[in-house]
Protein backbone atom coordinates (compact mmCIF):
# COMPACT_ATOMS: atom_id res chain seq x y z
CA UNK A 1 0.00 0.00 0.00
CA UNK A 2 1.57 3.60 -0.73
CA UNK A 3 1.88 5.88 1.72
CA UNK A 4 3.22 9.27 2.64
CA UNK A 5 4.58 9.81 6.03
CA UNK A 6 5.60 13.19 7.54
CA UNK A 7 5.76 14.53 11.25
CA UNK A 8 2.58 16.99 11.30
CA UNK A 9 0.46 18.86 13.15
CA UNK A 10 -1.79 19.30 10.03
CA UNK A 11 -3.71 22.58 10.43
CA UNK A 12 -6.64 23.03 8.25
CA UNK A 13 -8.27 26.71 7.43
CA UNK A 14 -7.83 29.65 5.72
CA UNK A 15 -5.14 30.97 7.25
CA UNK A 16 -1.41 30.38 5.94
CA UNK A 17 0.53 31.09 9.43
CA UNK A 18 1.50 28.13 11.81
CA UNK A 19 -0.69 29.63 14.41
CA UNK A 20 -4.28 28.53 15.17
CA UNK A 21 -6.87 31.44 14.32
CA UNK A 22 -10.52 31.49 13.83
CA UNK A 23 -11.97 28.72 11.76
CA UNK A 24 -8.68 26.75 11.26
CA UNK A 25 -8.55 23.35 13.31
CA UNK A 26 -6.56 20.12 13.33
CA UNK A 27 -6.94 17.31 11.50
CA UNK A 28 -8.57 14.15 13.27
CA UNK A 29 -5.95 11.10 12.58
CA UNK A 30 -6.92 7.62 13.57
CA UNK A 31 -5.18 3.90 13.82
CA UNK A 32 -7.19 0.39 13.95
CA UNK A 33 -6.88 -2.93 15.19
CA UNK A 34 -8.89 -5.89 15.20
CA UNK A 35 -9.25 -8.90 18.05
CA UNK A 36 -10.14 -11.65 16.09
CA UNK A 37 -9.90 -15.53 15.67
CA UNK A 38 -6.12 -17.10 15.32
CA UNK A 39 -8.22 -18.51 11.63
CA UNK A 40 -9.01 -14.99 10.75
CA UNK A 41 -5.41 -13.84 10.37
CA UNK A 42 -3.61 -13.55 7.33
CA UNK A 43 0.09 -12.09 7.18
CA UNK A 44 0.42 -8.81 5.15
CA UNK A 45 3.50 -6.75 3.95
CA UNK A 46 3.22 -3.39 4.45
CA UNK A 47 4.65 -0.53 1.94
CA UNK A 48 8.42 -0.58 3.39
CA UNK A 49 7.67 -4.68 3.26
CA UNK A 50 7.40 -5.50 7.03
CA UNK A 51 5.28 -8.20 7.38
CA UNK A 52 2.09 -8.47 9.90
CA UNK A 53 -1.03 -9.69 10.53
CA UNK A 54 -3.94 -8.58 9.46
CA UNK A 55 -7.73 -9.10 8.84
CA UNK A 56 -9.32 -7.04 6.33
CA UNK A 57 -6.02 -4.70 5.86
CA UNK A 58 -5.91 -3.90 9.04
CA UNK A 59 -3.23 -4.63 12.14
CA UNK A 60 -4.74 -7.64 13.59
CA UNK A 61 -4.36 -9.38 17.52
CA UNK A 62 -5.89 -13.13 18.09
CA UNK A 63 -7.43 -14.29 21.15
CA UNK A 64 -5.61 -16.63 23.39
CA UNK A 65 -7.28 -18.94 25.43
CA UNK A 66 -8.10 -17.09 28.79
CA UNK A 67 -4.97 -14.56 28.42
CA UNK A 68 -5.11 -11.13 28.05
CA UNK A 69 -4.90 -9.83 24.25
CA UNK A 70 -2.88 -6.85 24.11
CA UNK A 71 -3.14 -3.97 20.68
CA UNK A 72 -0.03 -1.50 21.00
CA UNK A 73 -0.68 1.73 18.95
CA UNK A 74 1.92 3.88 18.41
CA UNK A 75 1.05 7.41 18.19
CA UNK A 76 3.00 10.52 17.48
CA UNK A 77 5.43 12.51 20.00
CA UNK A 78 7.48 16.02 20.33
CA UNK A 79 5.13 17.50 17.36
CA UNK A 80 6.32 21.00 16.39
CA UNK A 81 3.54 23.04 17.98
CA UNK A 82 3.71 21.00 21.23
CA UNK A 83 4.42 17.43 22.83
CA UNK A 84 2.21 14.49 21.30
CA UNK A 85 -1.22 14.21 21.07
CA UNK A 86 -4.66 14.35 22.50
CA UNK A 87 -6.77 11.07 22.40
CA UNK A 88 -10.24 12.17 21.48
CA UNK A 89 -11.85 8.88 22.15
CA UNK A 90 -11.61 4.93 21.62
CA UNK A 91 -14.30 3.28 19.35
CA UNK A 92 -14.60 -0.29 19.88
CA UNK A 93 -17.28 -1.87 17.02
CA UNK A 94 -17.96 -5.65 17.96
CA UNK A 95 -18.47 -6.37 14.00
CA UNK A 96 -19.33 -10.31 15.21
CA UNK A 97 -20.85 -11.73 18.09
CA UNK A 98 -18.79 -12.38 20.58
CA UNK A 99 -19.41 -16.31 22.00
CA UNK A 100 -17.87 -17.83 24.74
CA UNK A 101 -16.30 -15.67 27.69
CA UNK A 102 -18.44 -14.45 30.75
CA UNK A 103 -16.79 -11.63 31.03
CA UNK A 104 -14.84 -9.86 28.27
CA UNK A 105 -12.85 -6.46 29.73
CA UNK A 106 -11.43 -3.92 27.68
CA UNK A 107 -8.86 -1.23 29.11
CA UNK A 108 -6.80 1.34 27.36
CA UNK A 109 -3.77 3.16 29.24
CA UNK A 110 -0.23 3.86 28.54
CA UNK A 111 0.91 0.35 29.55
CA UNK A 112 -0.83 -2.72 28.97
CA UNK A 113 -3.90 -3.62 31.32
CA UNK A 114 -3.22 0.12 32.53
CA UNK A 115 -6.73 2.12 32.53
CA UNK A 116 -5.27 6.06 32.26
CA UNK A 117 -7.33 6.41 29.13
CA UNK A 118 -10.47 3.73 29.67
CA UNK A 119 -11.43 2.19 32.72
CA UNK A 120 -12.22 -1.62 32.65
CA UNK A 121 -15.41 -2.13 30.26
CA UNK A 122 -17.07 -5.28 30.29
CA UNK A 123 -18.05 -5.61 26.26
CA UNK A 124 -20.55 -8.66 27.38
CA UNK A 125 -22.87 -6.36 29.08
CA UNK A 126 -25.70 -6.08 27.09
CA UNK A 127 -25.98 -6.54 23.47
CA UNK A 128 -22.29 -4.43 22.88
CA UNK A 129 -22.33 -3.35 19.02
CA UNK A 130 -20.86 0.01 19.52
CA UNK A 131 -19.25 0.75 22.86
CA UNK A 132 -20.23 4.25 24.09
CA UNK A 133 -18.18 4.50 27.08
CA UNK A 134 -18.07 7.28 29.92
CA UNK A 135 -14.63 8.45 30.31
CA UNK A 136 -13.88 9.40 34.13
CA UNK A 137 -12.46 13.49 34.81
CA UNK A 138 -8.61 11.20 35.55
CA UNK A 139 -9.41 9.68 31.73
CA UNK A 140 -10.15 13.02 29.99
CA UNK A 141 -7.34 14.32 32.11
CA UNK A 142 -4.59 11.70 30.84
CA UNK A 143 -6.35 11.55 27.24
CA UNK A 144 -5.83 15.72 27.17
CA UNK A 145 -2.03 15.31 26.75
CA UNK A 146 -0.55 11.94 25.91
CA UNK A 147 3.17 12.91 25.30
CA UNK A 148 3.69 10.22 22.66
CA UNK A 149 5.22 7.01 22.55
CA UNK A 150 2.07 4.17 23.22
CA UNK A 151 -1.45 3.47 23.87
CA UNK A 152 -2.35 0.25 24.94
CA UNK A 153 -5.59 -1.64 24.63
CA UNK A 154 -6.33 -4.70 26.52
CA UNK A 155 -8.78 -7.15 26.26
CA UNK A 156 -9.22 -10.01 28.59
CA UNK A 157 -11.95 -12.69 27.96
CA UNK A 158 -12.60 -14.75 31.63
CA UNK A 159 -14.27 -17.80 32.71
CA UNK A 160 -14.19 -19.56 28.74
CA UNK A 161 -12.20 -19.13 26.07
CA UNK A 162 -13.63 -16.81 22.98
CA UNK A 163 -14.80 -19.42 20.42
CA UNK A 164 -16.43 -16.54 18.41
CA UNK A 165 -15.98 -12.30 17.53
CA UNK A 166 -14.67 -10.04 15.86
CA UNK A 167 -13.85 -6.72 17.70
CA UNK A 168 -12.70 -3.32 15.80
CA UNK A 169 -11.11 -1.00 18.12
CA UNK A 170 -10.39 3.01 16.39
CA UNK A 171 -8.03 4.99 18.37
CA UNK A 172 -9.26 8.96 17.40
CA UNK A 173 -6.46 11.60 18.06
CA UNK A 174 -5.41 15.56 17.27
CA UNK A 175 -1.47 16.20 17.26
CA UNK A 176 -0.74 19.09 19.15
Given at each position: ?????????????????????P????????????????????????????????????????????????????V??????G?????????V???????????????????????????????????????????????????????????????????A????????V???????
Open positions: MPKTTFTGPILAGPSKDSTQSNQGTVVLEQQAYFVLAADIVVATDADRVAYNSFKGIPAYSWNALTAVTATFFPQNTLMTGIVLRDIGDVTTAIVGPTALNLTAGITANGTDFLGTQNLMTGPVIRGAFTYSNANLNAMASVTGGSVFVQITPTVNVTAGRILTLRYTQQ
